[in-house]
Every structure is written in C-alpha cells, then in structure tokens.
C-alpha cells in the first residue's frame, strides 16, 4: 500500500502542563481534500505549525512525503497560505511572486499565475494597495508556484469575496487533481461540506471524528427532518403525523435514515392534505456540534 502523502500519527504537544494536542492520527492522501474543523483554540493551528516543523512535538511523529517536518526536503514539498498572509508593501504583485519563483528556483509563468488567482489588472500595483482579499489570492499564487505535494490552508477564504470564494475552491480541485495532498482548516461550514473528501474534527486537542460525511451522518445517527406543507389544517396536519407545528402552514418531523422511507409513504397516504415535502439530511453544522459536543437546535 502507498503511504499517505502526509501521515500524523500520535501526535501531541504540551505547553507548560496544558495539553494543545493529544495523541492525534491524521492521513491525507495524494489528490485528497480534507477539511480539519475544529473551535478556536482546539489545536487546527497548532497541528498545522507541527507539520510544517515550526513547533516541535512533544510526542509523537510526522512525515511529510516521507520527510521529517522543517527539513528541506519537508520545505520544498510544502506549500502553506495562513489566514492573514503578509507581503513587502513596496513591492508589486508581479515583483513579489517572481521573488519568490526566484527563490525557489522555478520557472514561473508569473504572469499566468497572476491572472489565475484574478489579479491579473492589479500585478503592477504595489501590494500596500492591495485589500486583504487581493494580498490572500496573492498567497495562492504562492502557493501554485511550487506544485507542492502537500498543501496546508488556514482558512483560505478569509477577506475572499463569494464569488471569489468559489474561484478558490476550484484551483484547490486543480490542486487535488494534479496530485497535491490539501489540508484545509476553516471555519466555513457549508464551503468545505461540499468541496472536500473527508473531514476531521478537533476537540481541545483531540481528533473526535475523520471520514467522509456521509460515513459520519451514518455514524452521528441525527434524524433527518422532513417539512410537511398542509393544503389545510396544520395543527391537524401535526396531529396525524406527531410532527410539530413550525408555522401557520407547515409540520415538521424527525425520523432516523431508516424510518425515511416509512414516513414518507405515510405522508403520500394523506393525500390532498399535503400540498408538499421537503427532505432535509444532517447538515454538516449539524455533525459538527454533534462531534463537538455540543446541542444541535
């Protein structure tokens, strides 16, 4: 079997007598998005500075396309964009990224780059000009510029506008596809419910849940809510299917994945009563707070 492009196994870290991360096992295969979700404080940027070997564990190992974390042959496989990047002001889009091709010894075609990331009419402007959302897609570039064999997201969407948003998680598909290894930590639910294989969980430092969100919803056991609008009569809507009135013309009811189909059949028997259905699975805020510990409303 392929070992994992990234491998985490038993990882933890100590500060002082508080524990950030505790014995956290986490794989990300070549071409795999992974989303790491997780509240503030839960470890995500923790468990990111490890792998990129700027915190050292306490226990534990990581390797990163079979090398030690800082090492340079971690480094050049890396690619990793923060939350709030930070470039010299002085210089421009264009000069900056082709600095950094420079430094890295690549042939870029900067320019391209630029334009894929949509700044191709900013490139020639000094990046002090530039809004945090134009200095983020600056970072992706970066981060297009090595064809890296793992790259590392830290809430890449922030200061991203919707429609830019979207563009983002297309070149992180490109990514994917060519063979790249992501690992996204963020905190926008619905963006990454859609646009990632697998997700992780971290609570206080420890890993509470990683798999597909499918397996997860199976896993999790939450109902699944089907909204009933009465023709009619909602109370007496209500009455017949033990749901319960959510507004003047509609019921809703809870049933387990395996009782689906039998409710719904007893909601087609009621016939000119019902005026429509809605299906509504376990969203992934739902999962999230169920993994999390906390109460889903």
Do not use: W
């Amino acid at each position: 079997m392929t070992e994992p492009t990234l491998t985490i196994e038993k990882a933890s870290k100590d500060r002082g007598k508080l524990r950030v991360l505790s014995d956290v096992d986490l794989t990300v295969a070549a071409g795999e998005r992974v989303a790491l979700l997780g509240h503030n404080g839960a470890g995500k940027s923790t468990l990111i500075k490890t792998v990129l070997g700027l915190t050292p564990l306490s226990g534990g190992a990581i390797r990163v396309g079979g090398a030690q974390p800082g090492s340079a042959a971690a480094r050049r496989a890396t690619a990793f964009l923060p939350e709030s990047v930070s470039f010299h002001p002085a210089l421009t889009g264009r000069e900056q990224l082709t600095l950094f091709a420079r430094l890295d010894g690549a042939a870029a075609d900067v320019a391209g780059l630029l334009d894929r990331v949509g700044l191709s009419e900013a490139m020639d402007r000094r990046i002090g000009t530039y809004s945090k959302g134009m200095r983020q897609r600056l970072g992706l570039a970066q981060v297009l510029l090595g064809r890296p064999v793992v790259a590392l997201l830290d809430e890449p969407t922030s200061g991203l506008d919707p429609v830019s948003r979207q563009d983002l998680y297309a070149i992180i598909d490109e990514l994917a596809a060519q063979g790249t290894a992501v690992l996204i930590a963020s905190h926008a639910l619905t963006e990454v419910e859609a646009r990632t294989d697998r997700i992780a969980i971290l609570r206080q430092g420890i890993k509470v849940a990683d798999d597909t969100l499918a397996n997860l919803s199976q896993a999790a056991g939450l109902p699944i809510r089907l909204r009933v609008r009465a023709s009619g009569d909602a109370d007496a809507l209500a009455q017949q299917t033990g749901g319960r009135r959510i507004n003047g013309a509609s019921v809703e009811i809870l049933c387990s994945p395996a009782q689906k189909m039998d409710a719904l059949r007893r909601i087609a028997a009621m016939g000119d009563a019902v005026a429509d259905v809605d299906m509504t699975p376990p969203r992934l805020e739902d999962l999230y707070r169920h993994y999390a510990k906390e109460t889903v409303q």
